[in-house]
């Protein structure tokens, strides 16, 4: 029988930054990335998802899958980010403890990358990342029913591989991510 995660609330005092994007205007990629985790129910139990999603193009730049949510792994996904596709000048996240752990915002401090953290309890503030989430789960995870972490993982290899190079965009005037990301310029 499929459970949905619990969640431990700590009421532990986090450096809080500002949420940076209320009105800005993004105009190129590497402007905004943005991350989450979401749950991927399993046959026994769930897995995590955490994604990275360059916020003007709407291409995945990273994403991984971990039976915990720690900041290490989150640190990876990130450090994997970085590493293939540069870094964006503002990175914009929820108040999870991975994100607002000193680790964390260590290495966007140390790579000179603004932090923007969404307002308490505002889902709004990260839509983007909330409509990868829902794409992701109808388009894939619910249609597959994945039984094993194996059939996952290369499952959503299959997914982020459609979802960046063969689905189109409306919003990219019918175009993919990848012909909007790796068609434009740094800035």
């Known amino acids: 029988m499929y459970r949905e995660p619990r969640t431990t609330i700590v009421n532990k005092q986090h450096k809080k930054y500002p949420y940076l994007l209320k009105d800005l ?109 829902r794409t992701v789960k109808y388009e894939n995870v619910y249609l597959q029913a994945y039984k094993d972490v194996k059939t996952l993982r290369k499952g959503l290899e299959e997914y982020f591989e459609f979802y960046n190079n063969q689905r189109f965009h409306q919003s990219l005037k019918n175009k993919t991510p990848n012909e909007v990301y790796h068609l434009q310029n740094v800035a």
Request: include cysteine; proline fraction near 2%; charged fraction near 20%.
């Open 25 to 133: 205007e993004i105009e190129r990629k590497n402007q905004v990335w943005a991350t989450d985790i979401t749950y991927i129910p399993m046959e026994k139990g769930f897995m995590y998802l955490s994604a990275i999603i360059d916020l003007h193009t709407r291409y995945v730049v990273g994403w991984d899958i971990s039976n915990t949510m720690n900041a290490s792994w989150c640190i990876t996904v990130l450090e994997n980010a970085l590493a293939q596709h540069g870094k964006p000048e503002i990175f914009n996240t929820d108040q999870g403890s991975q994100y607002t752990s000193e680790l964390h915002t260590q290495l966007l401090i140390d790579n000179n990358i603004k932090i923007s953290m969404d307002g308490k309890g505002r889902a709004l503030d990260n839509i983007f990342i909330e409509r990868l989430w």
